[in-house]
């Protein structure tokens, strides 16, 4: 059973890694309950494995497993220490890879049902964040979905860009209840 978080205790982690590393954090707060929850609702039991890149804290992963996802079937890719070390204690049975998402076809067989990324994409450079995408896509089984979400009104990705990994996104919903709010989009391969 995960350990429960204080909501204080997750508010100062973020606070000190924001100013110690501000680029990685790349946000003001950490995600909200309702934005997790977006995040997670495309997914369930029927998923199978699970791979979420950047999680922070932890707040979209409490919300993966309970979607009835069991820790076995849950992968993390966290790059902060400081955080991985937090989830590695909260979510007991959860496997967790302190490397940047773009390494997860080294790591993870291509079985994967779903990415959930919280990763500040649009933060990074374009060539970063098709690298991450990709990785995604090589992980998931041909009909895997990747969520993401962004806090302007653009895709993850342009047009070509998605173009050029032959994928397409939808967007979903649009979380006012976070801080900034946040557009949730998932990502598919084209043909599907």
Same mark, same amino acid.
């Not at 909501?7 to 950490?30: E, N, R």
């Not at 996802?69 to 496997?95: C, D, K």
């Not at 994967?112 to 994409?121: E, R």
């Given at each position: 059973?995960?350990?429960?978080? =204080?909501? %204080? #205790?997750?508010?100062?982690? *973020?606070?000190?890694?924001?100013?110690?590393?501000?680029?990685?954090? =790349?946000?003001?707060?950490?995600?909200?309950?309702?934005?997790?929850?977006?995040?997670?609702? +495309?997914?369930?039991?029927?998923?199978?494995? /699970?791979?979420?890149?950047?999680?922070?804290?932890?707040?979209?992963?409490?919300?993966?497993? $309970?979607?009835?996802?069991? +820790?076995? @079937?849950?992968?993390? %890719?966290?790059? @902060?220490?400081? *955080?991985? $070390?937090?989830?590695? #204690?909260?979510?007991?049975? /959860? &496997?967790?890879?302190?490397?940047?998402?773009?390494?997860?076809?080294?790591?993870?067989?291509? @079985? /994967?049902?779903? /990415?959930? =990324?919280?990763? +500040?994409?649009? =933060?990074?450079?374009? $060539?970063?964040?098709?690298?991450?995408?990709?990785?995604? *896509?090589?992980?998931?089984?041909?009909?895997?979905?990747?969520?993401? %979400?962004?806090?302007?009104?653009? &895709?993850?990705?342009?047009?070509?860009?998605?173009? &050029?990994?032959?994928?397409? &996104? $939808?967007?979903?919903?649009?979380?006012?209840? @976070? %801080?900034?709010?946040?557009?949730?989009?998932?990502?598919?391969?084209?043909?599907?």
């Amino acid at each position: 059973m995960p350990r429960k978080p =204080s909501m %204080f #205790s997750d508010l100062t982690l *973020f606070l000190k890694q924001a100013v110690l590393q501000p680029k990685q954090t =790349s946000s003001l707060a950490p995600s909200s309950r309702a934005l997790a929850q977006a995040m997670a609702a +495309p997914i369930g039991p029927q998923t199978g494995p /699970v791979v979420e890149f950047g999680p922070g804290t932890g707040t979209i992963t409490k919300a993966i497993l $309970e979607r009835n996802i069991v +820790p076995q @079937n849950l992968t993390l %890719f966290e790059m @902060n220490p400081a *955080f991985a $070390e937090a989830l590695h #204690s909260r979510y007991p049975g /959860v &496997a967790i890879h302190t490397t940047g998402a773009q390494n997860a076809p080294d790591l993870i067989p291509a @079985n /994967v049902g779903a /990415v959930i =990324s919280g990763l +500040p994409l649009l =933060s990074m450079p374009r $060539e970063l964040r098709r690298d991450i995408v990709a990785a995604a *896509f090589n992980i998931l089984r041909p009909d895997g979905i990747m969520v993401q %979400f962004t806090y302007g009104q653009n &895709a993850p990705l342009t047009d070509d860009g998605l173009a &050029a990994l032959g994928l397409r &996104a $939808e967007k979903t919903t649009k979380i006012w209840g @976070n %801080f900034p709010p946040a557009q949730v989009y998932i990502l598919r391969r084209a043909g599907i």
